[in-house]
């Protein structure tokens, strides 16, 4: 199973794919089948059995989410072995779901600061990066992934955007910065001199220890390490705040104040979209009604355009 996986993911990848957690998974899966003796064509026991015993979370949504990494290769397997048999229809139920996000409240992202600068130096992700890393998330919306991908060059020589090369589907975009983003990040650019060169080609964020570039693995184990002394009790419907929140934040945040300044909603859509790199523009009115604060002011607004529909009415 292991040979057929990889010649799947060979495959997959000369076609542009780059399957870094689906890939990872579905190794993993394959070693599983191999140990356990499994000898054929696939078959709806042996998934089954993968998706339940070495999940992280035991729980139907995360099996649901497992079967769904393997459906590919399942095709692919049946293209060569028609015995090839995979679990019909969702028998975990849905694999897709998005939680309601925790939104910060200013006091909250200056605490998440604070606490960052008093992070042990003994961490890759420490009291110069990490601040900085935060405040820029919180600051722009960007994904972390994005964020940790930015070379030097990528911040303007003015300092009034940065340029995000390595977006989701590689769509870049120019993100324009608030004069107090540009000035923070070019103070850690002036600190972070003692851990590397600042050549516009090398890694924006440093690992404090290495002098490499910042992984994710890195800056989570940092976020980690603070986030349980906050003392902030999640609010969405996750079981505890994300670095992630960060970035929902920031959109939450941004409608709330178009909203209660009785902005035009769809054009301030459509550029919110453009400005966090939403590929689809539901994702960004997602927020509109997962958010109690938006639908609040939603509703609200609601009130006040019917009444006033109501009043022209009568006259």
């Given amino acids: 199973m292991l040979a057929r996986a990889e010649a799947y993911l060979a495959e997959r990848r000369r076609l542009g794919f780059k399957l870094d957690r689906s890939g990872s998974l579905t190794l993993a899966f394959a070693r599983f089948a191999d140990a356990s003796d499994h000898d054929g064509p696939l078959t709806s026991a042996i998934v089954l059995r993968w998706a339940k015993e070495k999940a992280l979370h035991a729980d139907p949504f995360t099996w649901a989410q497992r079967l769904n990494v393997l459906r590919p290769f399942a095709r692919y397997l049946a293209e060569a072995e028609p015995a090839t048999a995979f679990p019909a229809g969702s028998p975990f139920g849905r694999a897709k779901r998005r939680l309601a996000p925790h939104v910060f409240?200013?006091?909250?992202?200056?605490?998440?600061?604070?606490?960052?600068?008093?992070l042990p130096p003994v961490f890759g992700a420490g009291p110069a990066t990490l601040p900085t890393l935060l405040g820029l998330l919180a600051a722009t919306g960007l994904r972390i992934s994005e964020a940790l991908r930015l070379r030097c060059g990528d911040l303007h020589e003015a300092g009034t955007h940065v340029t995000v090369k390595h977006s989701k589907f590689e769509r870049a975009r120019i993100v324009p910065l608030h004069p107090t983003a540009t000035a923070a990040l070019r103070d850690y650019l002036r600190m972070r001199a003692r851990f590397g060169s600042t050549d516009p080609s090398a890694p924006f964020?440093?690992?404090?220890?290495?002098?490499?570039?910042?992984?994710?693995?890195?800056?989570?184990?940092?976020?980690?390490?603070?986030?349980?002394?906050?003392?902030?009790?999640?609010?969405?419907?996750?079981?505890?705040?994300?670095?992630?929140?960060?970035?929902?934040?920031?959109?939450?945040?941004?409608?709330?104040?178009?909203?209660?300044?009785?902005?035009?909603?769809?054009?301030?859509?459509?550029?919110?979209?453009?400005?966090?790199?939403?590929?689809?523009?539901?994702?960004?009115?997602?927020?509109?009604?997962?958010?109690?604060?938006?639908?609040?002011?939603?509703?609200?607004?609601?009130?006040?355009?019917?009444?006033?529909?109501?009043?022209?009415?009568?006259?």
């Fill in 105 to 118: 409240t200013p006091a909250e992202v200056d605490a998440i600061i604070a606490a960052a600068r008093a």
């Fill in 205 to 315: 964020f440093l690992d404090e220890r290495r002098g490499e570039a910042l992984g994710y693995r890195t800056a989570r184990q940092a976020w980690l390490r603070l986030a349980p002394g906050l003392g902030i009790a999640p609010r969405g419907g996750h079981s505890s705040i994300r670095i992630h929140d960060l970035r929902h934040t920031f959109i939450c945040r941004r409608l709330m104040l178009w909203q209660a300044d009785g902005a035009d909603i769809d054009n301030a859509m459509l550029a919110l979209s453009t400005y966090v790199g939403h590929v689809n523009l539901g994702d960004t009115y997602w927020y509109l009604q997962a958010v109690p604060e938006l639908m609040a002011l939603a509703g609200s607004r609601f009130e006040a355009l019917a009444s006033r529909f109501e009043e022209a009415h009568h006259e």
